[in-house]
């Protein structure tokens, strides 16, 4: 494992039906590719609660039992066998999206598992990522690899209809780095609001030396400012506002670079309403610097790229320092995640403790979809929440359930407050650590206790948010905090 887990986006659809939501293979937006040279993994995903709790794999008891019976690399491809009745199963496009999400929670990056397309019998690929069951590959899951890959596929799913950055938390005593914090964090790919990449993230087709260009961009950092004062930033130059009187900020190296500020944690395009500044050869020098306001919302990103599309170089940016801005950047992934949402754990791959039953049958007809089942479809997954949010229940029903209104078709048991600072023991609090020992301060709940047995599950994944109402629908009350 070459990567721990990490910030990742999570990408939700509103309904069964809602348009967008493909499986995560064959990306052409460059995914699947690793974005810093630290252990550090981002994910795009579109995985919804109504596909992960009503699809013909995981809750097929026959297929779910086929899938834990061995390796994954050939039980999609190639075609017919032993394998032949799992197969049809991918005739259901919810557990075709459910297998991507499962290989690129249980391999790591340099691992595949190809399959075929049913419906078009077109060769395709699921990819791995984040490694958190690595002997799945070749062989049978272990019952800790099952449960891990389990709490990744809660942690990644969500009734909402948009992508969400999130940091999953966990520990592995075996594998001490796998969960690993990145100490800077890169700014988000993908437009907030329209969920699509950001152009200026895509390299340049053709050369350029066009400064305002949306295209051969990358990510360096995101800052914090405080609202409404004057931010400064360079990489080699004194702020534009500053040529006369204020300090080099930064250093660049090779070719003269350009820099860029968006708001929030997520790059933008020079056209951009959330564009704040743009830097190039400032102050008679050909290194860049900026000088914007701080946003409301207190938080900015920076990305970088060399003025001249076929050249390369480095930028090393500073900010300055002593200023009612109070401007921090980069941040780490703690310090952008600050919000601790709660943790999940036990097993998806039983299959005698389901709910309802999806299938295809053997004249390729998918039975069970319309099923509304009250409470977990999934007898044996849980959640538990941090102390701390206003209206608990809400907010559980929102985050696993399909249809929360009634508290049906949901992905797991929600059980209570994670740990009570009130109530510290059990059945206070689910879980009996604050915060595992492999990885001191990431605070990732451990040794949690389902409401079904008491039974104490080793393999929770804790989840962190840089907002608190992300994942609910806007305007909702279930992701005050603490009153607020």
């Known amino acids: 494992m070459s990567f721990p887990l990490r910030a990742l986006l999570l990408g939700v659809a509103l309904s069964s039906g809602a348009t967008g939501c493909q499986p995560e293979q064959d990306s052409v937006w460059g995914e699947e590719q690793t974005r810093t040279g630290e252990h550090s993994l981002r994910v795009a995903n579109s995985l919804t609660t109504q596909a992960l709790v009503l699809n013909a794999i995981t809750t097929n008891p026959t297929a779910s039992a086929m899938l834990i019976g061995g390796g994954l690399q050939n039980m999609f491809y190639p075609t017919g066998g032993s394998y032949a009745s799992l197969q049809r199963q991918l005739l259901d496009p919810d557990a075709q999206q459910v297998m991507s999400y499962l290989v690129s929670c249980a391999l790591d990056a340099n691992s595949q598992v190809p399959w075929m397309d049913p419906t078009s019998g077109t060769p395709r690929t699921w990819k791995g990522k984040l490694g958190l069951c690595p002997e799945w590959k070749t062989g049978a899951p272990s019952a800790e690899c099952k449960n891990r890959v389990s709490a990744c596929l809660l942690a990644r799913n969500n009734a909402l209809g948009r992508r969400v950055e999130l940091s999953l938390r966990g520990e592995d005593p075996l594998r001490p780095s796998l969960f690993s914090l990145e100490g800077v964090t890169l700014p988000v790919e993908y437009d907030p609001n329209t969920d699509a990449p ?9 050369p350029s030396t066009v400064t305002t260009r949306d295209c051969g961009w990358k990510g360096d950092g995101i800052g914090r400012c405080v609202p409404g004062q004057i931010v400064r930033l360079g990489a080699g130059a004194r702020a534009p506002d500053q040529c006369g009187t204020g300090a080099v900020l930064g250093s660049s190296s090779g070719a003269p670079m350009m820099l860029r500020a968006c708001e929030g944690i997520t ?15 400032a102050c008679g020098t050909n290194q860049p610097s900026m000088s914007f306001t701080c946003p409301a919302s207190g ?28 401007t921090h950047h980069p941040l780490s992934e703690a310090e952008v995640f600050s919000v601790r949402e709660g943790a999940y754990f036990g097993n998806i791959f039983e299959p005698t403790a389901l709910g309802a039953k999806v299938y295809v049958d053997e004249a390729g007809k998918i039975q069970g979809k319309q099923q509304v089942i009250r409470g977990s479809v999934y007898r044996k997954m849980y ?16 985050r696993l359930c399909a249809l929360p209104s009634s508290g049906a078709n949901c992905a797991a048991i929600p059980t209570g407050t994670c740990v009570n600072p009130t109530a510290p023991s059990y059945p206070g609090s689910r879980c009996e650590l604050s915060d595992g020992p492999v990885v001191g301060g990431d605070m990732d709940f451990e040794k949690c206790r389902d ?34």
């Open 198 to 206: 950001v152009p200026s993230f895509t390299p340049c087709s053709t």
């Open 267 to 281: 790059g933008c395009d020079d056209g951009s309403a959330r564009r704040l500044a743009h830097g190039v050869g």
């Open 299 to 326: 938080v900015f990103s920076v990305m970088s790229q060399a003025a001249d599309s076929t050249q390369t170089g480095t930028v090393s940016v500073q900010e300055e320092t002593g200023t009612p801005a109070g």
């Open 383 to 398: 959640s538990c929440q941090a102390a701390g949010w206003s209206n608990a229940a809400a907010y559980a029903a929102n």
């Open 451 to 484: 409401s079904t047995t008491g039974a104490t599950w080793n393999e929770p994944i804790t989840v962190f948010l840089h907002d608190a109402c992300a994942l609910m629908p806007k305007g909702s009350d279930a992701c005050r905090m603490n009153g607020q």
